[in-house]
């Protein structure tokens, strides 16, 4: 064990390791054992997926994070590894769209709603569930264009700016949704902003997301299996067109969803390996 560390470290000193504002980096690791310390937090090693013996992390980081490098500390029963990473600021597009204006200056009538929403979705996410569900590559959940990429800069009807925290896929009839990965239904509710929702707890931290469903096929508590309909499209809550919005929360935290599946389908060997639909 000692001289995996020791080489792991060699490895980190001669080539560095960077990661993005708002996407996750999954960092492997040569144990399963220990934790990460990053900033004061806990971030905890998991099994490799292939490889028990080995083990990987999955480091998140805030969108509005400013550049710079962090140092995280893998401490573990054998000894401490420092691993410093470069955060780097990522040049994500800009997007101006316009919406119908109660989903940019809403109704006072709907701010307790938006409010109990809100509260509710950031409960789910913070919520760890030790357990994982997973153990297969994750896949898109539809084939379709992708209309809106991760991370653009967004002004809404001219004067609502945020970012986006998924990506869209083109539905202009209702087509079938699939579950991104095994999990646990968490939700299913229509939101005012994010419409028809359904989101899947995979376990360890990570969440799917499908938002603006105009029909739901499953409900709190379900089970479901990697590639399994959960519902239709939609055109419902803040849309431009019809569409669904997907995304992947890790550790309380947006993240690219489409980079952050690369970088656990890399876990797998190459022939199991799957990115997109089933067929």
């Not at 937090?41 to 490889?51: A, G, K, M, T, W």
């Not at 893998?74 to 780097?88: A, D, Q, V």
């Not at 690369?262 to 876990?267: S, W, Y």
Request: with cysteine; net charge negative.
């Amino acid at each position: 064990m000692r001289l995996l560390l020791c080489l792991l470290g060699s490895f980190l000193s001669l080539s560095g390791i960077e990661g993005y504002n708002g996407k996750s980096l999954v960092l492997p690791l040569s144990s399963a054992s220990g934790t990460l310390l990053m900033n004061e937090r806990n971030i905890s090693v998991l099994p490799h997926p292939i490889n028990p013996a080995q083990g990987f992390a999955i480091i998140p980081t805030d969108y509005h994070s400013p550049a710079q490098e962090i140092d995280i500390k893998w401490i573990n029963p054998l000894g401490e590894l420092n691993i410093p990473i470069e955060i780097r600021s990522f040049d994500y597009p800009t997007e101006v769209l316009n919406v119908e204006s109660s989903k940019v200056t809403p109704p006072p009538e709907a701010l307790q709603r938006i409010a109990q929403e809100k509260a509710e979705a950031e409960k789910i996410y913070n919520t760890l569930t030790p357990t994982r569900y997973w153990n297969k590559p994750f896949i898109h959940p539809m084939e379709s264009n992708i209309t809106s990429l991760y991370g653009s800069a967004r002004t809404y009807n001219g004067v609502l700016k945020s970012y986006h925290g998924g990506v869209d896929f083109r539905a202009r009839t209702p087509l079938p949704i699939l579950a991104s990965n095994d999990g646990i239904v968490v939700l299913v509710k229509d939101r005012y902003y994010a419409g028809g929702t359904v989101i899947i707890d995979h376990g360890e931290g990570i969440y799917s997301c499908y938002f603006h469903m105009s029909r739901f096929d499953v409900k709190v508590g379900d089970g479901v299996k990697r590639g399994q309909s959960i519902g239709l499209t939609g055109a419902t809550g803040r849309i431009t067109g019809p569409h669904l919005h997907f995304g992947l929360m890790v550790l309380g935290l947006q993240s690219d969803p489409l980079d952050l599946i690369t970088q656990i389908n890399a876990l797998f060997p190459k022939e199991i390996d799957e990115t997109l639909t089933l067929r």
